[in-house]
């Protein structure tokens, strides 16, 4: 509800849902800009409908588009032709389900570049691909330990791609530790956009937790200062010390509420 509603917080264009997660995949009821839309198909593919189409109307003019799937989650719901996929390579329902959809985000993000490169827009934009958490189920997870809700590496660590054609060199990989802190200062530092103030009239600079890592995604630095990045769950009674994790470049400190635990990630 205002002024939590993605129209109260900034954005002038909204298409989706404001729960955490919604209950029905398939020809679901939608909130644009406020008012409850009904839509035809899947929710994944749908999504991605309107950002190209947003696009499409934006192309002449700097824009932000934020497209957050809510894809792999339960209610495990996929197109037919995607979990059949992977249900014939032997797997059980629910991993069946979770493979179609990553491969359904595969091609959802695959027609949104597409469009990009058809629209001469790649070179002009910035896209960012990231997820949130680990896994939400027992399931493959690069050999690391832990899923959704711990805060083990792999509850907090996620992939973070970054394009740019003719700005960032393809292929290039950045093993240094970063968190959502820093994307706000990245993309402001890579569109050169000065740092939101404190005040609507002005005034110092807000202070922000992340830092740009503009420097090392154009090259322009081998690496930054190492620094320690802290992860800890919450609860009805607030910020809890356990569980909770501190992760430096070569380190990740594990509290939790039975023992504490070092581990050399190198």
């Known amino acids: 509800h205002y002024p939590y509603h993605p129209n109260g917080r900034g954005f002038d264009e909204f298409f989706g849902f404001c729960g955490g997660h919604w209950n029905n995949y398939f020809d679901t009821t939608l909130d644009h800009n406020g008012k409850p839309v009904k839509t035809r198909g899947y929710i994944a593919d749908i ?27 339960a209610p495990n719901q996929v197109p037919d032709r995607y979990f059949d996929k992977y249900k014939r390579r032997g797997l059980d329902d629910q991993l069946a389900c979770i493979y179609g959809m990553v491969e359904n985000i595969d091609d959802n993000v695959g027609r949104l570049l597409k469009r990009l490169d058809e629209l001469d827009l790649a070179n002009d934009t910035i ?31 996620v992939p973070l791609f970054v394009r740019w054609p003719g700005h960032i060199k393809a292929g290039s990989e950045i093993k240094q530790i970063a968190g959502h802190i ?31 890592l503009a420097p090392l995604l154009t090259g322009a630095a081998k690496q930054l200062p190492d620094r320690t990045i802290f992860f800890h769950r919450t609860s009805a009674q607030g910020v809890q010390h356990a569980p909770g994790s501190a992760r430096t470049q070569r380190y990740r400190l594990m509290i939790t509420p039975k023992r504490n635990d070092l581990y050399d990630m190198i």
């Open 47 to 73: 999504l991605t409908d309107a950002a190209i189409t947003f696009i499409e109307e934006k192309r002449n003019r700097p824009f932000f588009c934020y497209l957050a799937y809510n894809t792999p989650h």
């Open 127 to 157: 896209v960012l691909f990231l997820t949130d958490n680990g896994p939400n189920s027992d399931r493959y997870n690069g050999g690391m330990r832990g899923r959704k809700g711990s805060v083990d590496e792999g509850g907090v660590r």
């Open 182 to 212: 820093d994307l706000l200062p990245t993309i402001l530092d890579l569109c050169q956009v000065e740092k939101p103030t404190q005040g609507k009239d002005g005034g110092a600079p807000l202070p922000l937790d992340g830092i740009s």
